[in-house]
């Protein structure tokens, strides 16, 4: 069956978006994350269906697979780097220097050998040769002073000794590198909403300035005990290379209801206080009423009945956010809205249920064009972007979930970007109007 278009939501005039047809990248995949190699190669690391190698170190449940494309997403091939051992895990953030290597950094971040207050211990593997081949891992060393290691179990109510690396590394033009992080400082106690022994979580950043084999603690992005229902954690870092912001960094996060942004103007030494991002009013998770009746009389989440017993349950939540710059300086967003957290699975066919991408032309003041992906359909939520030639992005999502009651895959799509007028111009938006 042909799967429709991305669904305009809200239209900008200066803002054209074409899309190719859909194709899927890997059968079985959930939740991809991609990476950028030399002209045209495209990386791509995904969950299977499959759980992970014994291991001495921590982990992933799932086994993780990594896919290339050396024709800019056309055509994406299973690259087995280590053939029975778990990949690298590129949920860490991935960083492609001038010239050419490639590094990538594992999400965890575990208690240093010997159990050093304040001390972590990282990997990092590289390539050299367009990600044909991957070196490593090398040991990296964190100082975290005031970290916690032990302050949470996961999401299942499992241990879960370490912090996380999350998506981004990005280059200073000193050459320094910055690399977002989400944890527990002493004293991060306050449970999640959905389960006691998770704590919510706060959003940091570490600088190295030996490429990437000593980190330090730079500062604290965003933490607020009583935002959200997970706090503060899955960053993304973009910096800007243009325009009247140029060198902002710009950070994006989840908090298990709203997508929250700070802001920082000196490199990562300061930020602007966490505020909800501003969507111009298209998509509001709290809107309750628009599908409370979807969901009356069901109970979910440990039998509590979702829409008298727990109504907090019926509340959206934004997921995993993407964030680039694109060459000619648009700013691209990839969300996943889930409408609602927990009961989107059971029931995924509300429309605002899906994967969207926001435009911005004023860096982030306003996002005036947002299309959707996927709606009513189950999916995880997880998106990636990317840029492969000017004004062409690789869009990745996954379609299906856990259970494979329905199948799960990884597609993606071409978008072409066409633009019909200036950007930086006007902080105020251009949108006109809303779409639905």
Known sequence: MKE?????????????????????????GLQPFLAKGGPGTLVMQCQLPAPSYPSQRMVSHHLHGTFVSRDGGERWERQLYRPGENEAHMEGGSLLLQDGTAIVLDTYVTPAQGGAAGFGAGQMWETRDDWRTL????????????????????????????????????????????????????????????????????????????????WTYLSTIAVDPAVGTEGFDEPVLARLSQGPLRGRLICHMRTGRELYEAVSDDDGETWSAPVPVDWGGVIDIRRTDLWAGQFAGMTTFRFRHIDHEYPLLLEGAVVDPDL??????????????????????????????????????????????????????????????????PDTLVVLYDRGDWSGVQGRRICGRKLRLEYAGPLFADRGGSADGDIR
């Open 4 to 28: 429709p278009m991305p669904a305009l939501w809200r239209r900008d005039p200066r803002l054209v978006v074409s899309s190719g047809e859909e194709t899927i990248v890997a059968e079985g």
């Open 135 to 214: 070196q490593g891992p090398y040991d990296v060393d964190f100082a975290l002073p005031g970290i916690d290691f032990h302050a949470s179990k996961d999401d299942g109510g499992r241990p879960h000794e370490a912090v996380r690396l999350h998506r981004s590394i990005v280059e200073l033009p000193n050459g320094d590198w910055l690399a977002t992080l989400y944890g527990w400082m002493q004293g991060d106690d306050t449970p999640s909403a959905y389960i006691a022994s998770m704590k919510k979580t706060r959003c940091m950043l570490v600088r190295s300035t030996d490429r990437g084999r000593h």
């Open 324 to 389: 680039l710059e694109l060459r000619s300086g648009l700013l691209v967003s990839a969300i996943g809205v889930r409408i609602p957290e927990k009961g989107c699975w059971e029931k995924p066919e509300h429309p605002w249920n899906g994967s969207f991408l926001a435009f911005s032309f004023d860096q982030g003041a306003n996002w005036s064009h947002i299309v959707q992906m996927t709606s009513g359909e189950l999916t995880t939520h997880y998106i990636a972007v990317a840029e492969t030639e």
